[in-house]
């Protein structure tokens, strides 16, 4: 097969017949099919998709001289090593790189045992309605802790910056467990939160079908060392009950959240460093307004989607303001896990048909900018969350429109919040210190003249948004091993070496792979 790119097709390409529709002087093509697809929108006045097509032809030598950016295609194939072990190994977190690695594990064999603080996904699901509805937060089961880990209520975005054979094994394994055949084949790939719940059911189900075992409502107290090396874990009931499970090989996913581990981690001797995260707000606009900005005439064809958008700016002041995980049609939603603090965070359904866009507005916080204590960036993010949660006294979650924030004007929002169970309109900047609020003024204003509206004085912030990323890094060696315990294998987004559900799978599967040839 031949993969050429850079193709132009209009927006009404049927692309279930692409033979017709590409064609190369001199060139016997025998069939065609896409690869990979995106929206161009650089030009509002010709708003057309770019795609990539794998093509079979008669000649290939012949064909390769006659086309532009073409070359020979061979479909990557990724092959699971086998492996023995006396004893089984532990996945501590049950996120997308707690599941990839699970899944690789129990592909090699290895029978491993996956640890999990949260319930399985419908019963978390059931409990974070029930919160969103005015409930009581489960501090052990929530937005952030779970089957699924943080992604599962969020968009199911599959961009990545990362260019790993593994990125395509990923999609092959979610497509297979109940995501859109999409995915495959689109640029900006999204499996949805309500899908997503059904497709991370069936990988767990498929890893216990391979002997592997999950167990939900159980977390990790604390890793045992003998001389440096990992020798058992005591792991914490919902209970109460504190057991010991005797293991050699730990894959440590315990996500961006699960602050009280990184303490205990610290306090065993487990070596970590600060690392830059972000912090921020949540940013609405109506989506068709979005569309709109984006695809001007073309806003309403029926082949586009929601429209999407990822911005970054360089401030005067050496901080940087990006927009993170964007949610096309989708909704601001409240991803606590502690008592007394308020964190948000976005999500949207695969249909992505809700009114609004959301998007997470950042700026930087540097190691700098924190105290001298390792543990400081948590405390600086839980700071904010408990600031915000004072500011409704608890009955809600704080909003302010983008003109009151930005520029101090009183004016009334022309974007309906979508943050449940309540928004109380409040003053923002009393969340963050004055830096931080100075950054984010400067951004938004700045990103406005990137896409026309972004500053718009009726949209709505919500906040704050503090668990883009961790604030911390687990120090690993170049076989992904961390450099204070033997056989402790840190990855994904809370071990600080991962951003999102591709890039966390992939790392998830490489400490896997690294476990595996260790045997």
């Known amino acids: 097969m031949i993969l050429v790119s850079n193709i132009n097709l209009p927006l009404d390409t049927d692309f279930n017949n692409l033979k017709s529709v590409v064609s190369f002087k001199g060139v016997n093509i025998k069939s065609a099919v896409l690869y990979k697809k995106s929206v161009d929108a650089r030009r509002k006045n010709d708003v057309h998709f770019c795609c990539s097509v794998l093509i079979e032809v008669d000649n290939e030598k012949n064909a ?35 599941i990839f690695a699970a899944y690789t594990l129990a592909k090699a064999g290895l029978r491993p045992i996956v640890i999990e603080r949260g319930d399985d996904v419908d019963t978390r699901k059931q409990k974070v309605d029930a919160f969103w509805s005015g409930g009581k937060l489960d501090t052990e089961s929530n937005v952030q802790f779970g089957e699924g880990g943080a992604g599962t209520f969020s968009d199911g975005k599959l961009t990545t910056g ?110 970590m460093i600060k690392k830059p995260f972000a912090v921020g707000f949540r940013i609405e606009h109506k989506q068709e307004d979005i569309n709109k900005a ?122 309906s919040p979508t943050i449940k169970p309540h928004a109380i309109f409040t003053d923002l900047s009393k969340i963050y210190p004055e830096f931080i609020n100075n950054s984010l003024r400067l951004g938004i204003s700045a990103l406005d003249k990137k896409l026309g509206g972004f500053a718009d004085s009726g949209a709505v912030l919500t906040g704050p948004e503090t668990r883009s990323s961790s604030p911390l890094r687990i120090v690993r060696n170049e076989d992904l091993i961390s450099i204070s315990a033997d056989g402790l294998y840190p990855a994904g987004e809370g071990a600080g070496y991962a951003g999102g559900i591709m890039s966390a799978a992939v790392d998830g599967i490489k400490c896997a792979e690294s476990l595996i040839n260790s045997l």
């Not at 070359?71 to 707690?98: C, L, N």
């Not at 429209?307 to 401030?315: G, I, M, W």
């Not at 909704?331 to 308020?342: F, P, R, T, W």
């Open 64 to 98: 390769l001289k006659r086309i532009k950016n073409s070359k020979i295609y061979t479909e990557p194939i990724y092959t699971y090593k086998k492996a023995v072990s006396k004893t089984r190994p532990v996945v501590v977190g049950f996120g997308p790189a707690g």
């Open 294 to 415: 984006l695809y001007g005439d073309f806003a309403n064809h029926p082949a586009l989607s929601a429209a999407s958008y990822k911005l970054a700016v360089h401030l005067e002041n050496d901080r940087g303001v990006y927009t993170f995980c964007m949610c096309p049609g989708g909704y601001v939603v409240n991803a606590s896990s502690e008592e007394g603090k308020i964190a948000v965070n976005g999500m949207s359904y695969f249909d992505r048909s809700g009114e609004n866009a959301n998007s997470a507005v950042l700026t930087e916080v540097l190691p700098e900018d924190l105290g001298a204590d390792l543990l400081s960036g948590i405390e600086f993010q839980r700071k904010a969350e408990e600031a915000a949660y004072n500011l409704t006294n608890g009955k809600g979650v704080p909003v302010q429109t983008v003109g009151s924030f930005v520029n101090g004007n009183d004016c009334k929002p022309t974007v």
């Open 162 to 271: 990362i260019s790993d054979i593994r990125c395509r094994e990923v999609l092959k394994i979610f497509h297979k467990n109940g995501a859109d055949k999409a995915i495959l084949t689109d640029a900006k790939a999204h499996i949805g939160t309500d899908v997503l719940a059904v497709v991370v059911k069936n990988i767990r189900n498929e890893i216990i079908s391979l002997g592997g075992e999950v167990r939900f409502c159980e977390r990790l107290e604390k890793i045992n060392l003998s001389q440096d090396k990992v020798s058992s874990i005591d792991v914490k009931k919902q209970n109460g009950e504190v057991y010991t499970l005797h293991c050699d090989k730990v894959i440590l996913a315990i996500g961006h959240s699960a602050r009280d581990t990184f303490y205990m981690l610290n306090s065993v001797g487990i070596n």
